[in-house]
């Protein structure tokens, strides 16, 4: 745990691990910062004293809890252990069992095996947990998607609980979003970490992107991230730090848009500069943009918008070649660059307000669109820098379905990426 993040320990029998991997991904994918040997110790490097190192630097323990597991004496005594000691030591930390058998037969079965007298020490069934395994028939075994799923997002929970007794009252919550990786995320300080890098995998070198069933998934823990944050955290300010895909970061701004009541800053993690703003909208800043601002074409080929919004590269003619090749249902296409010309640098300097000014400019072409009578879906092309696309889509409330779409270099084009809705 060198990079600082409070991690969760993951505890389990290898018995179960076929289960104990999609639990992990679900955990990932809400946030929660994790601990497991799959990843975190190098081949044949299970030893006690690793174990033991991670267990004191840990937020908190997941325990995966099956007649296996409780058959393991690593999870049974050391692991469990671990856990204990921990809890004497700070109140706050959580330990949350997830059982996949009915508590009463994991609790028989550790009780069993059990090597000291204190039998009630082996109870993890006091600890607020949660049963899966109990669809479609109750037999106890095969878990489905779903229901680790949840499980995943009430050890999100039993975190942010944790994260919120160790914090002082008006600390800001930092999560910092990655799809390769997050290399650099490393140098900051994170609360929770959205760590989608298995579902953009990069194998083959091709960058693969996700198909629309695993972006449904993503969004679905992206809700339940939002949730648990408006449930369990005691502030409203949250930061994020993206290391991602353009659509990984609008899809999170999206999902902690103005309306939800979450007041969002971002920091660029390479800079280090942060883009703060108000909670309210503001005045929009036109003549950042080339004139005329969002030049417009009417295409006259449906009733939907294109726009495409170019700041670290020019993108106009990929984007009137996308509205073509695909033959989108756009009646007009919106335009939008920086008026001193694209490039990576285009957006140095800029303080939040100002962010949020040349955010709001596009936020207002669309809106004006949208009055005009353009009914159907936006389909929105973005090349600049991550916070921005962040901030951007924070903004995109009461504007209608927003269809995003990702580079990828394998088609030297746009590819449809995450949806955004606001029902």
């Not at 004497?88 to 930390?93: I, K």
């Not at 693969?208 to 069933?213: H, M, R, Y």
């Not at 992206?222 to 300010?237: F, G």
Request: glycine letters at 10%; hydrophobic letters at 40%; one cysteine or more.
């Amino acid at each position: 745990m060198a990079d600082g993040h409070p991690r969760v320990f993951l505890s389990y029998s290898a018995e179960d691990l076929a289960e104990v991997q999609v639990l992990a991904a679900e955990l990932r994918r809400r946030g929660v910062p994790l601990w497991w040997d799959k990843t975190d110790l190098p081949r044949g490097q299970r030893t006690e004293k690793s174990l033991q190192e991670a267990a004191d630097q840990a937020a908190g323990f997941a325990f995966y809890l099956t007649e296996s597991a409780a058959r393991s004496e690593w999870v049974r005594e050391k692991e469990r252990s671990y856990a204990l000691q921990n809890a004497a030591r700070d109140e706050s930390f959580g330990i949350f069992p997830i059982f996949r058998d009915d508590l009463r037969s994991v609790r028989e079965a550790m009780q069993a095996e059990a090597a000291g007298s204190d039998l009630d020490a082996y109870d993890l069934g006091r600890f607020h947990g949660y049963v899966v395994g109990t669809e479609p028939s109750g037999s106890g075994r095969a878990p489905g998607p779903g229901e680790l799923a949840t499980a995943s997002g009430e050890v999100l929970r039993e975190l942010l609980r944790t994260l919120r007794e160790r914090s002082p009252t008006g600390s800001t919550l930092r999560i910092g979003a990655c799809t390769r990786g997050g290399a650099a995320l490393a140098a900051h300080s994170l609360d929770l970490l959205v760590d989608w890098t298995q579902d953009f995998p990069d194998e083959d070198g091709r960058g693969d992107l996700p198909n629309s069933t695993v972006v449904r998934e993503l969004q679905d823990a992206l809700a339940s991230l939002r949730d648990a944050i408006r449930k369990e955290w005691r502030e409203t300010r949250i930061r994020i730090i993206p290391q991602c895909h353009l659509t990984m970061a609008m899809a999170l701004g999206f999902c902690f848009r103005r309306n939800t009541g979450i007041t969002l800053e971002v920091l660029e993690p390479h800079a280090g500069v942060v883009w703060d703003g108000p909670h309210q909208p503001m005045s929009a800043m036109d003549d950042w943009w080339a004139e005329p601002a969002g030049t417009e074409e009417v295409l006259g080929k449906g009733d939907g918008l294109a726009v495409s919004i170019g700041i670290s590269r020019g993108i106009a003619p990929i984007a009137k070649r996308l509205i073509d090749d695909r033959g989108l249902a756009v009646e007009k296409w919106l335009s939008f660059e920086p008026a001193a010309g694209a490039s990576t640098s285009a957006m140095n300097g800029l303080t939040g307000p100002e962010a949020h000014q040349i955010a709001q400019t596009i936020i207002g072409a669309i809106a004006r669109e949208r009055a005009s009578g353009v009914a159907g879906p936006v389909h929105l092309l973005f090349a600049g820098p991550a916070p921005f696309a962040v901030l951007l889509a924070q903004q995109l409330s009461n504007l209608g379905t927003i269809q995003t779409y990702e580079w990828k270099d394998a088609e030297r084009g746009y590819v449809p990426s995450f949806v955004l809705r606001s029902s």
